[in-house]
C-alpha cells in the first residue's frame, strides 16, 4: 500500500517551459512534505519542502504548491533547463522521528 | 563539506554470501536511515536510528537483514545470505538532531547478487 504515489514515471520538457510534477499521498497525519532531485550514480539531495500550515513555497526556479484537501502536491520548475534533467522524489512525514515515505519517483528529462 | 560516505560504492557477490555495507553519517548528525531503491519500488526505508538506538526496523527482511550502529560514526547494514532479489542500490542518509525533516544521502553502494 503506496502511501505517497508518483504516477508519472517519466516527463519529458523542452527547455525553457515549465515543468510540473505530481504527488499524491493518501495519509492525511502526513503534515511535511519535500521533493528531492537525484541524478545518475548520486544520493538524492533535497530540493524544496513545504508545512502542511502552507499551500504554497516558491524557492529560485522551484515552487511546490500543496492541496490539502485533495491531497496532492506538485513540484514547477520554470524555465526547465536541461541541468534539471534528473530523478524528482516526492516525500512525506507526518511520524515523530522524522521518518520520510517517498513515492517511486519520476525522471525528468529537459531537451535543449 | 560535510557528507556521508558509503563504502562500498559497488559489490558484485555470489548468492549466499555475506554482504556489509557501511556507512559513516555527518559528523552531528544523530539520526540515521538505511533506503533500498528498486525499479519498481522507488525508495524503501528499512531501518533507522535515532542517537545510534534502532527506532523502526519494520521495512527489514528481519531473517537476512541486520542494522546496526556500532558508535556515532559507523552504521552498518549485513545481508546474509544474499540472494539475487537483493540486487539493488542501498542509500544511508543521516539528518541534525531536532525537528528538521532534511535528510542527507550518500552516494549509495550498488549491491548485484549473481
Known amino acids: 500500500d503506496q502511501q505517497v504515489k508518483q504516477n508519472s514515471p517519466s516527463l519529458s520538457v523542452q527547455e525553457g517551459r515549465i515543468s510540473i510534477l505530481n504527488c499524491d499521498y493518501t495519509n492525511s497525519m502526513f503534515d511535511y512534505f519535500l521533493w528531492y532531485k537525484k541524478y545518475p550514480a548520486e544520493g538524492p539531495t533535497f530540493l524544496i519542502s513545504?508545512?502542511?500550515?502552507?499551500d504554497k513555497n516558491e524557492d529560485g526556479r522551484f515552487t511546490v504548491f500543496l492541496n490539502k484537501s485533495a491531497k496532492h502536491l506538485s513540484l514547477h520548475i520554470v524555465p526547465s533547463q536541461p541541468g534539471d534533467s534528473a530523478v524528482y522524489f516526492c516525500a512525506a512525514s507526518g511520524h515523530a522521528g522524522n521518518m520520510l515515505t517517498f513515492g517511486g519517483g519520476t525522471r525528468l528529462m529537459v531537451k535543449p | 563539506d560535510a557528507r556521508v560516505t558509503q563504502t562500498p560504492r559497488h559489490k558484485v557477490t555470489e548468492m549466499g554470501q555475506e554482504v556489509t555495507m557501511r556507512c559513516q553519517p555527518i559528523?552531528?548528525?544523530?539520526?540515521v536511515f538505511w533506503y533500498r531503491q528498486t525499479m519498481m519500488q522507488g525508495l524503501e526505508l528499512l531501518a533507522y536510528f535515532r542517537n545510534r538506538a534502532p527506532l523502526d526496523d519494520s521495512g527489514m527482511p528481519k531473517d537476512r537483514f541486520s542494522a546496526e550502529m556500532p558508535d556515532a560514526t559507523l552504521a552498518t547494514l549485513k545481508i546474509q545470505p544474499s540472494e539475487p532479489r537483493d540486487s539493488a542500490v542501498y542509500f544511508c542518509?543521516?539528518?541534525?538532531?531536532?525537528?528538521?525533516?532534511?535528510?542527507?544521502f550518500g552516494p549509495g553502494t550498488r549491491l548485484t547478487v549473481t
Open positions: 542518509a543521516s539528518g541534525p538532531p531536532g525537528l528538521s525533516y532534511e535528510q542527507y
Open positions: 513545504i508545512s502542511s500550515i502552507k
Open positions: 559528523l552531528g548528525h544523530n539520526t
